[in-house]
């Protein structure tokens, strides 16, 4: 992950250099605005990649001497069935709709929205904590 933190670090440094160069030669807050953005998303994505690297070391990828079984076995908790990505798509649709339709029902689709992400988040946060019944 280090060779990707450093590649997106290099890609947010120059769309920052040119958000900064474009905004001011040009004057044109929309482009400086895409810029910027665009900026913040490969600084996001390089933050990433730096912490879990900092979290999880050397992958059995980044290492040359490494064989093909070193990355063998379980990578990550998948989890089967959800119900939870289906509120948050209702919550969503619901709330875009609002927007057209006035903010009463906005702030209901915002409501099954949260409640939707809440429980994605919250869903399997005490999946390896034994419990004493």
Known sequence: MKVEALL????AAFFGGTAALYGA?????TGTAALIVAF?????VSFFCAVQYARRGRRPQDRSEAEVTDAAGPLEFFPPHSLWPIVTALGFSVAATGVV????LF????GVLAQGVLGLVF???NRGVERED
């Not at 030669?25 to 807050?29: E, F, I, K, Y």
């Not at 339709?101 to 009463?104: I, R």
């Not at 702030?107 to 915002?110: N, S």
Request: aromatic share 20%.
């Open 123 to 125: 869903q399997y946060a």
């Open 107 to 110: 702030l209901i689709g915002l």
């Open 8 to 11: 997106f670090g290099g890609v």
């Open 40 to 44: 913040g998303m490969a600084a996001l």
């Open 25 to 29: 030669w040009s004057g044109d807050p």
């Open 101 to 104: 339709y006035g903010l009463w």
